[in-house]
């Protein structure tokens, strides 16, 4: 029995499943922090980061809060027409 698993365990091969992702169908989304220099003054800062699945681009914007709204503006900016931001949102102001 120990040589069969042995024997099974050299040829067990990477299993994955590809991914493909329509243009804009797809995006991560996550918050970060970090430390800007404005005015001369160090202050912490609120990063919303989003990666597009299927062309990679990484969109980043500093925000002074990690909130709603904030998210709400970094997916739904003025320039957005999705269908998936809320009514209320800046694409309908």
Known sequence: MR???ASRKRYRGEVFFPLHFAPGEEAQVDWGEAT??????????QLFCMKLCHSHAVFVRAYERA???????????????????????????
């Open 67 to 93: 909130n709603l709204e904030s998210s709400w503006t970094g997916t739904c900016g003025p320039s957005s027409s999705s269908a998936a931001c809320p009514s209320g949102s800046p694409t309908t102001t």
């Open 36 to 45: 800007v220099l404005e005015g001369g003054v160090e202050r912490k800062v």
């Open 3 to 5: 040589r069969y698993v």
